[in-house]
């Protein structure tokens, strides 16, 4: 049985019942772009280079071979942007947002009524590095949780920008603790994130986490497990009313990881055992998606009770806009999963192993040479 339907992020997702009692998510479906016939044209998305979600408040510039800058725009809330080139050429992209790493494509050729889709990632800076780059923001190294005045701030003289980054020097501080059933049991590496905004926080052994110079607003915050490969993103536990100058405190419990696989999969409930494969499929050009390709995962799944039994299971998908596909609901039992992207001579295959301690398995597929037919 085939259905479809919007999932959290916006995408319209097609889950395939293979059989009664296994569903798995067959593709994120293609997106529109705003390209004009006949123009030449980049487009991309800008993502999380750990979660894979996708990022707003950047900003992209477009410099063409003797890198003098032609365009600048601020991406999406969808994290995509899209250029119009003048003409055929070498382009570079470039992204920046505070509080992150900047990326840059460079060598992108594109030829006359051609469109390149990139995609463009950017690494968190944690609050430690932030407080390296501008200077002493909250005392990180305190025993307690910082009281409300020792609140944000960006020294005098540090070099900032004004008119997209978000960041406010004498903005607000949201400290708080992740608590599940009152006690601080983490994963480590844990951190909290803002849910739209893109910035996170570590957590510490006793689950204390510090966000600090936030502009004025009402954020949500989410629980990052690092075993859930960003797929917890989208679902916020509490939110917080931030003013200048002011620390709020929050409390936050993590969801049951099977409640965020369910929602992040579009399903009101989750099989146990049961894990997300997804990825991207990207082209030989160092950042160049690949939309519109078909990736096929094929696994066995034994026999409940008797070994010499089980059966060959088969799901497919189709790369979206911006390359990405996921399936859900595979094995997590040590299953080995084999993955193939494109057809024919241009395709590559490789093998994933499924595990309970890591139920999200994130990869990029490489294919040699150009993608045959549409899509682009």
Same mark, same amino acid.
């Given at each position: 049985?085939?259905?479809?339907?919007?999932?959290?992020?916006?995408?319209?997702?097609?889950?395939?019942?293979?059989?009664? +009692?296994?569903?798995?998510?067959?593709?994120?479906?293609?997106?529109?772009?705003?390209?004009?016939?006949?123009?030449?044209?980049?487009?991309?998305?800008?993502?999380?280079? $750990? $979660?894979?979600?996708?990022?707003?408040?950047?900003?992209?510039?477009?410099?063409?071979?003797?890198?003098?800058?032609?365009?600048?725009?601020?991406?999406? *809330?969808?994290?995509? @942007?899209?250029?119009? !080139?003048? &003409?055929?050429?070498? #382009?570079?992209?470039?992204?920046?947002?505070? &509080?992150?790493?900047?990326?840059?494509?460079?060598?992108?050729?594109?030829?006359?009524?051609? +469109?390149?889709?990139?995609?463009? /990632?950017?690494?968190?800076?944690? !609050?430690?590095?932030?407080?390296?780059?501008?200077?002493?923001?909250?005392?990180?190294?305190?025993?307690?949780?910082?009281?409300?005045?020792?609140?944000?701030?960006?020294?005098?003289?540090?070099?900032?920008?004004?008119?997209?980054?978000?960041?406010?020097?004498?903005?607000?501080?949201?400290?708080?603790?992740?608590?599940?059933?009152?006690? =601080?049991?983490? /994963?480590?590496?844990?951190?909290? &994130?803002?849910?739209?905004?893109?910035? =996170?926080?570590?957590?510490?052994? /006793?689950?204390?986490?510090?966000?600090?110079?936030?502009?004025?607003?009402?954020?949500?915050?989410?629980?990052?497990?690092?075993?859930?490969?960003?797929?917890?993103?989208? #679902?916020?536990?509490?939110?917080?009313?931030?003013?200048?100058?002011?620390?709020?405190?929050?409390?936050?419990?993590?969801?049951?990881?099977?409640?965020?696989?369910?929602?992040?999969?579009?399903?009101?409930?989750?099989?146990?055992?049961?894990?997300? %494969?997804?990825?991207?499929?990207?082209?030989?050009?160092?950042?160049?998606?690949?939309?519109?390709?078909?990736?096929?995962?094929?696994?066995?799944?034994?026999?409940? $009770?008797?070994?010499?039994?089980?059966?060959?299971?088969?799901? !497919?998908?189709?790369?979206?806009? !911006?390359?990405? @596909?996921? @399936?859900?609901?595979?094995?997590?039992?040590? +299953?080995?999963?084999? %993955?193939?992207?494109?057809?024919?001579?241009?395709?590559?295959?490789?093998? *994933?192993?499924?595990?309970?301690?890591?139920?999200?398995?994130?990869? +990029?597929?490489?294919?040699?040479?150009?993608?045959?037919?549409?899509?682009?």
């Amino acid at each position: 049985m085939l259905r479809q339907s919007e999932n959290p992020g916006g995408d319209l997702v097609t889950k395939l019942r293979i059989v009664p +009692t296994l569903a798995l998510l067959a593709c994120l479906a293609p997106g529109p772009w705003a390209g004009g016939a006949g123009a030449q044209v980049i487009r991309g998305v800008v993502v999380d280079s $750990t $979660t894979r979600s996708r990022i707003t408040d950047v900003l992209v510039f477009l410099t063409d071979s003797a890198q003098r800058e032609l365009k600048r725009r601020h991406v999406g *809330m969808d994290g995509e @942007f899209e250029f119009a !080139v003048p &003409g055929p050429g070498r #382009y570079s992209i470039r992204a920046e947002r505070f &509080g992150m790493t900047t990326d840059t494509v460079e060598r992108i050729d594109v030829a006359r009524g051609d +469109t390149v889709s990139i995609t463009m /990632e950017l690494a968190q800076l944690s !609050v430690a590095q932030l407080v390296e780059e501008l200077g002493k923001i909250v005392d990180l190294d305190a025993e307690r949780l910082p009281p409300v005045e020792e609140g944000g701030g960006v020294p005098e003289g540090v070099a900032r920008e004004t008119d997209w980054i978000a960041y406010d020097e004498d903005g607000g501080v949201i400290v708080g603790q992740v608590l599940e059933e009152g006690v =601080a049991v983490m /994963e480590a590496g844990g951190r909290v &994130g803002l849910v739209h905004v893109g910035l =996170a926080a570590d957590v510490d052994a /006793e689950g204390r986490f510090v966000i600090p110079g936030l502009p004025e607003g009402t954020y949500e915050l989410a629980y990052l497990r690092p075993s859930l490969g960003g797929l917890d993103w989208d #679902y916020p536990l509490a939110e917080a009313d931030v003013r200048s100058g002011d620390t709020t405190r929050v409390s936050l419990q993590p969801a049951h990881p099977d409640r965020v696989l369910a929602q992040a999969c579009g399903l009101d409930l989750w099989k146990p055992y049961t894990g997300v %494969l997804e990825g991207h499929v990207v082209l030989s050009m160092p950042g160049s998606a690949a939309p519109g390709i078909r990736v096929v995962a094929e696994w066995f799944e034994p026999h409940p $009770t008797d070994p010499l039994k089980g059966r060959a299971m088969t799901a !497919v998908a189709l790369t979206n806009s !911006v390359g990405a @596909f996921r @399936f859900c609901g595979i094995p997590t039992d040590r +299953t080995t999963v084999e %993955l193939t992207a494109g057809e024919r001579t241009n395709r590559v295959s490789v093998t *994933m192993i499924m595990s309970d301690d890591k139920p999200v398995a994130k990869l +990029t597929l490489q294919l040699p040479g150009a993608p045959s037919g549409g899509g682009w």
